[in-house]
C-alpha cells in the first residue's frame, strides 16, 4: 500500500539550499530525505524509493546530469520523477537537463512556494499514471474474464447442441434397426458431430496450454509452400493461392512452423468461404513486404504478411465481434472458433492479427510480425 506521506529526496551540495527547501516541504505534509551528491543519491534512491527527486544539476565529483542518466538506466528507478535544480538560465543547459529525462526543473535562487507548486503537480500526475495503470488492468482482467465467460457459454451451447445431434441419430437409428441405408447415413452423421466436439475440446486446449514456444529458422517461401499445402489438405481444397514475397529470397524467420501454419490456414479458409457457394473461381493471395521504417528486417524490426480475397466481404452480424469464440455466420453447429485460435496463435508469437475490407472489394487479414 502507498504510504500517505509523499517521499521527496533533496540532493544538493550544500545544506542551506537544503534546510530552506526541507521546511517548506515538511510543512506542506511530506517526508524529506536528503543527499549532500550524486552517489549518495543513488544510495537513497536504492534504499527509500522516493516519489520526487529534487536534483542539483552543479555538483562536485557526479554531477546531477550523470546522477539522472544513471537513474534513468535502471528499471525500478527510470519511472521516478526528478526536478532539476539549476543556476543556470541558459536555454541550452535547461535542454541539456530535459534531454537525460527529467520533467522540470526550478532555478535558484528558489522561489519556494513554485517550488512546492511544481511538486505537487508531479505528484498529481504520478497518482494519475497509477490509476490509469491500475485501471488498464482492470480492463484488461474485465476483458479476460469476458472472453472465458463467452468460450465457456460457447462450449455449452455447441457441446449440447452436437449431444443432442448425436442422440437424435441414435433414436433415427433404434426406429429403422431394418433400415440399413438409413443406419448408415445416421452413423456418418454422428461421426461428423463427434468430429466437430473433438476440434472444439482441441481447440480450447490448444488456447489453455502455456507451455514454451519453440522456434527455428525458416525460409519465408518454404514456410509459405508448406502452409497452401496444409490448408488445402486438411480442409480438402484445391484451389490456388497466389503468393506474392517482396522480401528478400535469402530472408529467414525464427517461428514455430506448427503454429503458424494452423493460424494462416485459418485464415485462407475463411478467406476461401467468403465467396458465394457459386462461385468456381476464388482468388486468395498470401503477401509479404516490407513496413516503413523497417526496411532492415533485423531483429527488432516488423514485416508484414497479409491474406487477401475478393469474396463478400464481412457481415454486418459479425464485424463488431468476429474475434470473439464461436461467432459465425454459418449455421452449421460447432463452428466459429478459427479467428479465435488463430489470433491467440499469432500473439504467442509475437505478431497482431487485424482484419479489415480492402476498398476494391474482398477482405484483408493482416499480420504484423516482430523479429526477436
Known sequence: MKNAKPKILIVDDQPINIKIIQRKIEKAGMEVIVASNGHECLERVDAQKPDIILLDIMMPEMDGIETCQRLKEKPETSDIPIIFITAKSAKEDVLEGLDTGAVDYITKPLELDETLARIRTQLRVQEMHRENIDLTDRLGEMRRTSTVGAITQGIAHNLNNLLGVVVGYIDLMKIGKNKPELIDRSIDSMESAIQRMVTIVSQLSSMAANEEIHTTPIPLNELFDNTIKRYQEEYGVDSEVEVINELPDSFEWATNSELFEGAVGKLLINAWESYAKEE????????????????????????LIEIMDRGTGISDEVKENFFEPFITTKTSVGRGMGLTIARHSLRNMNSELTISEREEGGVAARIKISIP
Do not use: N, V, Y
Open 280 to 303: 468456381t473461381h476464388r482468388p486468395i493471395e498470401l503477401k509479404a513486404s516490407k513496413l516503413p521504417g523497417h526496411e532492415s528486417l533485423e531483429s527488432g524490426s516488423q514485416f
